[in-house]
C-alpha cells in the first residue's frame, strides 16, 4: 500500500471516471472533475464549486493535480517561449510554444533523452533516461495552456496544435502516449482536432500500425534520407525498419489518417542528402508506393547545428532548389521556418539534462564518419504524385 497521492494529469476521461468509481461516485462526477482540471486549469479542489462537498472531501489527500516543477523559461525575440521541467531523478525536459498569427502550437516532449541516436539531433546525442509518465506528457500542455492564458489575460484557447516533437521517440512511450492525446482531443478536456494533433516518429512501423487503430491523429515521419544505405547513417533505426516497409505502412496508416497525406520531415544537411540526385531519388521513391505517387508533404529543415553531430547546414540556396525539384515533380514541399533558435528552442536543440544510461557517446563515437555513395537515379518515371494541400 501507498499513501502517495493519485495525480489526476495521469488519466484520460475513461481512466477518470473509472478512478471516481473506485471513490464510489458516478461518471458524471468524472466529467465534471476533468472539466475542472483541463478546460479551467483548476488544481485545488476545494475551488471545483460544482463538484459534491463528499468528493472534495475524498480527493484531498488521495489526489492532487500537479505538473512537474520549472527549473527555467526562455523566451525568445520572435515570441517563441521554452520551458524547462524537472520530471525527476537528475532529468529535465523541454516544451516550447511557438505563437503564429493563425495559431499557436505546442511542442510537446515524450521521454527524457531519446534512444534513437539520429545523428543531426542534439537530444539523441544525451541518449535516454526513461518514459515519461501520461501526467508527464499533460502536464506540459495543463500548463503552458493555463499559463498563457494568464499572460496573455484571455479566456480564449490559446495552443491550437500541439506537435509530439519535443525531446523522445513518441511511438517508444506508446502506453502513455495514447492516454494523453486522447486527453488533448477529448471536447471535455482541450477539443483539439485530430488533424491538429501530430506525432512525430522516426518510423517505429509496429506502433505506426496501432495508433491507425487506437488513436489516428496526424502522422509525421522523419525521412531525412531517399536510400536505406544513408539513412541507416542518419537515422539507426532504419536497420529495423527499412524505407520500403515504412512507408507501405505510412501508405496503410492514410486510410485511418485525419489527413489524407503524410508530412515527411527532412533535415537539410550540407553535402550528405541534400544533393540534386538526393531529390531525385526521393521522388523516384515516392512513385514506387502508388501509381500517383504516396499522398505526402515534404517538411524541409535547416539544420541547428550542434558541435557533437559534426554535420553543418545546406546552404540556403540548396535547400530552396532542392525543394524546387521537389515541387516540379509535383509534390508539396514547404521550408521550415527556424524558430526561437536564439533560445536552443529551434527544431533538433531540445536536450534537457537527462542522466544517459544508454552509452551514447560511446556509439556516436563508432559512427563517427558517413560514407556516402552515389544515388541511384534510375527508377522509371510512373507519373507525378498527386498535390495536396494543408
Same mark, same amino acid.
Given at each position: 500500500m501507498t499513501n502517495t497521492p493519485v495525480n489526476l494529469l495521469d488519466f484520460d476521461l475513461e481512466g477518470l471516471a473509472a478512478y471516481c468509481e473506485t471513490l464510489g461516485e458516478k461518471r458524471f462526477r468524472a466529467t465534471q472533475l476533468f472539466r475542472w482540471i483541463h478546460q479551467r486549469g483548476v488544481a485545488d479542489f476545494g475551488q471545483m464549486s460544482d463538484l459534491a462537498k463528499s468528493l472534495r472531501e475524498k480527493l484531498a489527500g488521495r489526489a492532487t493535480v500537479t505538473a512537474p516543477p520549472i527549473l527555467s523559461q526562455h523566451e525568445s525575440k520572435d515570441g517563441t517561449i521554452k520551458w524547462l521541467f524537472d520530471v525527476g531523478g537528475g532529468n529535465a525536459i523541454e516544451s516550447v510554444f511557438i505563437p503564429e498569427d493563425d495559431r499557436g502550437t505546442l511542442c510537446v516532449s515524450s521521454q527524457a533523452g531519446c534512444a534513437v541516436g539520429c545523428r543531426f539531433c542534439s537530444t539523441g546525442h544525451q541518449g535516454f533516461s526513461r518514459n515519461l509518465a501520461t501526467a508527464e506528457i499533460v502536464a506540459q500542455l495543463w500548463f503552458a495552456e493555463h499559463f498563457l492564458r494568464r499572460h496573455l489575460k484571455t479566456d480564449e484557447r490559446v495552443i491550437s496544435n500541439v506537435v509530439m516533437m519535443g525531446m523522445g521517440e513518441p511511438l517508444q512511450n506508446y502506453d502513455r502516449l495514447v492516454p494523453a492525446l486522447r486527453v488533448m482531443l477529448d471536447d471535455h478536456g482541450y477539443g483539439l482536432s485530430r488533424r491538429r494533433v501530430t506525432v512525430s516518429t522516426s518510423g517505429v512501423v509496429p506502433m505506426i500500425e496501432r495508433l491507425a487503430r487506437d488513436c489516428p491523429v496526424a502522422l509525421a515521419v522523419s525521412l531525412h534520407a531517399p536510400t536505406d544505405e544513408l539513412r541507416s547513417h542518419l537515422v539507426p533505426l532504419n536497420r529495423k525498419y527499412p524505407i520500403d516497409e515504412l512507408l507501405r505502412t505510412c501508405?496503410?496508416? #492514410?486510410? &485511418?489518417?485525419?489527413?489524407? %497525406?503524410?508530412? *515527411?520531415?527532412?533535415?537539410? #544537411?550540407?553535402? @550528405?542528402? $541534400?544533393?540534386?540526385?538526393?531529390?531525385?531519388? +526521393?521522388? &523516384? +521513391?515516392? !512513385?514506387?508506393?502508388?501509381?500517383? =505517387?504516396?499522398?505526402?508533404? *515534404?517538411?524541409?529543415?535547416? *539544420?541547428?547545428? *550542434?558541435?557533437?553531430?559534426? #554535420? /553543418? !547546414?545546406?546552404?540556403?540556396?540548396?535547400?530552396? &532548389? %532542392?525543394?524546387? #525539384?521537389?515541387?516540379?515533380?509535383?509534390?508539396?514541399?514547404? @521550408? !521550415?521556418? /527556424?524558430? =526561437?533558435?536564439?533560445?536552443?528552442?529551434?527544431?533538433?536543440?531540445?536536450?534537457?539534462?537527462?542522466? $544517459? !544510461?544508454?552509452?551514447?557517446?560511446?556509439?556516436?563515437?563508432?559512427?563517427?564518419?558517413?560514407?556516402?555513395?552515389? @544515388?541511384?537515379?534510375? &527508377?522509371? $518515371?510512373?507519373?507525378?504524385?498527386?498535390?495536396?494541400v494543408s
Open positions: 501508405t496503410a496508416y #492514410l486510410a &485511418a489518417a485525419p489527413r489524407d %497525406f503524410i508530412t *515527411f520531415e527532412y533535415c537539410m #544537411l550540407d553535402g @550528405v542528402n $541534400d544533393q540534386p540526385e538526393h531529390a531525385q531519388a +526521393l521522388i &523516384a +521513391l515516392m !512513385r514506387r508506393h502508388g501509381a500517383d =505517387g504516396l499522398r505526402c508533404k *515534404f517538411n524541409l529543415i535547416p *539544420f541547428n547545428p *550542434f558541435p557533437q553531430s559534426g #554535420l /553543418t !547546414r545546406s546552404p540556403t540556396a540548396r535547400v530552396l &532548389a %532542392f525543394g524546387k #525539384l521537389l515541387n516540379d515533380a509535383g509534390m508539396v514541399t514547404t @521550408v !521550415r521556418k /527556424t524558430r =526561437g533558435d536564439d533560445i536552443d528552442a529551434a527544431c533538433g536543440q531540445l536536450a534537457g539534462d537527462v542522466r $544517459d !544510461r544508454t552509452r551514447v557517446h560511446e556509439r556516436m563515437a563508432r559512427q563517427r564518419t558517413i560514407v556516402l555513395h552515389p @544515388v541511384p537515379n534510375h &527508377a522509371p $518515371d510512373q507519373g507525378a504524385p498527386r498535390k495536396v
